[in-house]
Nanobody, 114 residues
């Protein structure tokens, strides 16, 4: 069964950090590029970061460059998003995205507020 399950969201103060995880199953994870998206209230879903199959190449949205780091562990079929120096503008539901058009996780809420 194709599945992506995110975890690690929560409430954090501005300047804080969170690490999101996305556990994958049902498809060949190690040969699949993976990505993270986010959707803030009233806004379109946007791409946050993408990582290639071996984890050596990643790209980021300008808004998170230098603060967020995407990584993966192919032995654990898991992709991560380390988020540092969080800002209130990072508040959103964060989604893991797999290699197929309809393959999304259920999302995890990240709220940055004092």
């Amino acid at each position: 069964q194709l599945q992506l399950v995110e975890s690690g969201g929560g409430l954090v103060q501005p300047g804080g950090s969170l690490r999101l995880s996305c556990a994958a199953s049902g498809f060949p994870f190690s040969i699949s590029a993976m990505s993270w998206y986010r959707q803030a209230p009233g806004k379109e879903r946007e791409l946050v970061a993408v990582i290639n199959t071996d984890g050596r190449t990643a790209s980021y949205a300008d808004a998170v460059k230098g603060r967020f780091t995407i990584s993966r562990d192919n032995a654990k079929n898991t992709v991560y998003l380390q988020m540092d120096s969080l800002k209130p503008g990072d508040t959103a539901v964060y989604y893991c995205k797999g290699p197929l058009p309809a393959l999304w996780g259920q999302g995890t809420q990240v709220t940055v507020s004092s």
